[in-house]
């Protein structure tokens, strides 16, 4: 089976790849990390499998759907459950929830055996997936977190801000702190941006959950949540927070 792996994270192409090869060793593997690639690949070669990041930088899953000719079976790969996993499942088309365990990789391939054993013209199926998409911009409202065990599904307005340390990114909430799998680039594209607002470089902060705005130094002002841990603006998104949250002074 010839399989073509997309994602623009070079750990989650790594980890599908791992799988697979655990999966069934003689399979021919390609990956890419950006759409453009993907697109000449899907349209100049027959793939029999496609793993699909919903979300990247330049070119998100759908609009590569949009741009190929023939689909292959395609498994979805999200970190955010709301992008209509109804309509994956619905137009049986699996997808893989970031992050996910050995079991529920191995169980979306034999959904994809299913399908290719019946013989199954996905065609229509994908077509109809995207037009449920066209047009609709989808914000991020939940995401699933690894905890040592289990999983744990927190709602984004529960979350104070997201911040990047030490090149890892993390949710704050008020019961705690939790790394995610992705970049705060990518969140600050898929957050809802009446809610969210970019503080600084570093940090993007939900305008819901802050408490007090502090003064700090000369026209710089430091933000307060729930748990009282503050959050400082850069100079240069001091004005944009003064109009975003009516601040007058």
């Excluded at 449920?132 to 690894?146: A, D, F, S």
Aim: hydrophobic letters at 40%.
């Amino acid at each position: 089976m010839k399989v073509l792996v997309v994602d623009d994270e070079n750990l989650a192409r790594s980890r599908i790849i791992k799988q697979l090869k655990r999966y069934d060793d003689s399979y021919e593997i390609h990956d890419t990390d950006n759409g453009k690639d993907a697109v000449e690949l899907i349209n100049s070669e027959k793939f029999d499998l496609l793993f699909l990041d919903v979300m990247m930088r330049e070119m998100t899953g759908f609009e590569i759907l949009k741009r190929i000719d023939n689909y292959p079976v395609t498994i979805f790969v999200t970190a955010y459950d709301e992008y209509a996993v109804k309509a994956f499942e619905v137009n049986a088309i699996d997808y893989l929830l970031k992050p996910y365990s050995a079991e529920r990789f191995a169980e979306a391939m034999d959904r994809v055996f299913k399908i290719i054993k019946l013989g199954q013209n996905i065609q229509n199926n994908i077509s109809s997936l995207l037009d449920y998409h066209e047009g609709k911009k989808i914000y991020l409202e939940r995401l699933t977190i690894k905890e040592k065990y289990d999983y744990r599904i927190i709602d984004v307005k529960m979350v104070n801000y997201f911040t990047v340390e030490n090149g890892f990114v993390y949710l704050c909430t008020d019961t705690g702190r939790y790394e995610i799998d992705t970049t705060l680039s990518k969140l600050e594209e898929n957050l809802n941006p009446k809610d969210f607002f970019r503080a600084h470089r570093k940090t993007i902060v939900n305008l819901s959950r802050i408490i007090k705005i502090i003064p700090w130094g000369k026209s710089r002002y430091a933000i307060t949540f729930s748990d009282s841990e503050s959050i400082h603006l850069s100079r240069e998104k001091t004005q944009e927070f003064k109009t975003r949250v009516g601040l007058k002074i």
